[in-house]
Every structure is written in C-alpha cells, then in structure tokens.
C-alpha cells in the first residue's frame, strides 16, 4: 500500500485534538501514514485568551462546554475530567507553552517525540487538569517521557524553539487553516473530516484510490 503524509494541525489544549490523536495513531500502521505534526496555537497568551473569551470565567465555562461535546463522541471519555478542569484554581490556559514543549521534543527526538509530548501534555489537561501553561509542567511531562531535564531546558528556552511555533502558525494561515484539528493530505491536498475513526478510514481509503 502506497503511503500519504499528513499535516496535523493541533493545538494542546483541544479537546477534539485529543479524539483525533488516538484515531491516527490506531490508523498509522493500517494505512502506512507519515504523520508531521503542525503546532498551531489558537490563543498564545493570557491577552489573547481575554480577547477571544473575554473573563477567565467565560472562558472555562464555554470551552468546558465545548469538552462535554467533545466527551460523547470520544473513544476515551473516561480521560476527559471535566469536573477537575471546572474546579481548578488556575486560568484555562493558553496553548504557548506546550506547544514549545511538542517542539522542543521534536528539535530533540523527530516527530515521533513530538507527538508522544502531545499526547502526554493533553493528558495533563483533559484528565489531570494540570497546568499546561506552567512552564514546571512541561518540564515534568518531558522528565515521564525520558528526557534529560538539562538539556530539554535548553532546547525549552532556546528563541528557536518558538520561532518553530510560530512558523508552523504561519504556515497553518498560508493554507487557510482556521481550526484546529485540520487534516491535510500533502499528495493531493485533501483534508479529513474530523470524525469517527470508521469515517477517517474510509476517507483515507478513497484518498489511496486517487493517488493509486
């Protein structure tokens, strides 16, 4: 079977990005896919956060709606704690911060370090309402994941590591991405629905048919 490659447009604190992830990994062997992750942060600060929301309590009471939606539908509901994000002391956050994470992950181990930080950081905030914006809770999700506290630091806090976020941000506005996940197929520039993982397959395999 012919491969495809497929940007993966997300951002951390998705919920439906969350659907997603378990979906492609399940499907990446069956369909030979070569999945290149694209940090596309929709609100990259507090201000930013304000601007789209409005207060911190808006904010959490509409996306924590947004994740009871996202819930039903998922093949892991029992990993989506609302409740926990609900009373959580802290703002929701932002994207930013682990968004460098995925992409100091990935200047350090490839695209599989990348989404493994992914997975591992959207855990921390849909089933351990941690913090993901707290630079400390990164750090700790790259020490479960294995890497050398040290060094991931570095690569961390190097100016690089965010000029790669926002590339991939620009990159996701010279393709008319607007939300997050979004699916393209770089063969024939198709993008997946987000759907069940029945659907994604059956597009994947009328993809295969074009590119045959």
Same mark, same amino acid.
């Given at each position: 079977?012919?491969?495809?490659t497929?940007d993966?447009?997300?951002?951390?604190?998705?919920c439906?990005?969350?659907?997603?992830?378990?979906?492609?990994?399940?499907l990446?062997?069956?369909?030979d896919?070569d999945?290149?992750?694209?940090?596309?942060?929709?609100?990259?600060?507090r201000?930013?956060?304000?601007?789209?929301?409005?207060?911190?309590?808006?904010?959490r009471?509409t996306?924590?709606?947004?994740?009871?939606?996202?819930?039903r539908?998922?093949?892991?509901?029992?990993?989506?704690?609302?409740?926990?994000?609900?009373?959580?002391?802290?703002?929701?956050p932002?994207?930013m911060?682990?968004?460098?994470?995925?992409?100091?992950?990935?200047?350090i181990?490839g695209?599989?370090?990348?989404?493994?930080?992914?997975?591992?950081? &959207? =855990? !921390?905030?849909?089933?351990?309402? @941690?913090?993901?914006?707290?630079?400390? /809770?990164?750090?700790?999700? +790259? %020490?479960?994941?294995?890497?050398?506290?040290?060094?991931?630091?570095?690569?961390?806090?190097?100016p690089?590591?965010?000029?790669?976020?926002?590339?991939d941000r &620009? =990159? !996701?506005?010279?393709?008319?991405? @607007?939300s997050?996940?979004?699916?393209? /197929?770089?063969?024939?520039? +198709? %993008?997946?629905?987000?759907?069940?993982?029945?659907?994604l397959?059956?597009?994947?395999?009328?993809?295969?048919?074009?590119?045959?």
């Amino acid at each position: 079977m012919t491969g495809l490659t497929i940007d993966f447009f997300h951002d951390v604190v998705c919920c439906w990005c969350f659907n997603i992830s378990s979906r492609l990994r399940s499907l990446t062997e069956e369909f030979d896919l070569d999945i290149r992750h694209r940090s596309f942060v929709l609100q990259a600060s507090r201000a930013e956060m304000a601007a789209r929301w409005g207060s911190p309590e808006d904010a959490r009471k509409t996306i924590l709606e947004h994740w009871a939606v996202c819930r039903r539908v998922s093949d892991q509901p029992g990993l989506v704690d609302i409740d926990a994000m609900r009373a959580a002391s802290f703002d929701y956050p932002h994207g930013m911060t682990a968004a460098q994470g995925c992409k100091a992950a990935e200047r350090i181990g490839g695209q599989s370090a990348h989404w493994d930080m992914f997975d591992r950081l &959207q =855990h !921390a905030h849909l089933a351990e309402a @941690r913090n993901i914006a707290d630079p400390k /809770v990164v750090r700790l999700a +790259a %020490r479960d994941l294995g890497f050398e506290a040290s060094a991931f630091a570095d690569i961390f806090d190097d100016p690089g590591t965010r000029r790669a976020v926002e590339a991939d941000r &620009q =990159h !996701a506005r010279a393709l008319q991405v @607007r939300s997050v996940p979004t699916l393209i /197929v770089r063969e024939t520039g +198709a %993008r997946l629905v987000n759907g069940p993982r029945e659907d994604l397959a059956a597009q994947l395999r009328a993809v295969l048919r074009l590119v045959a």
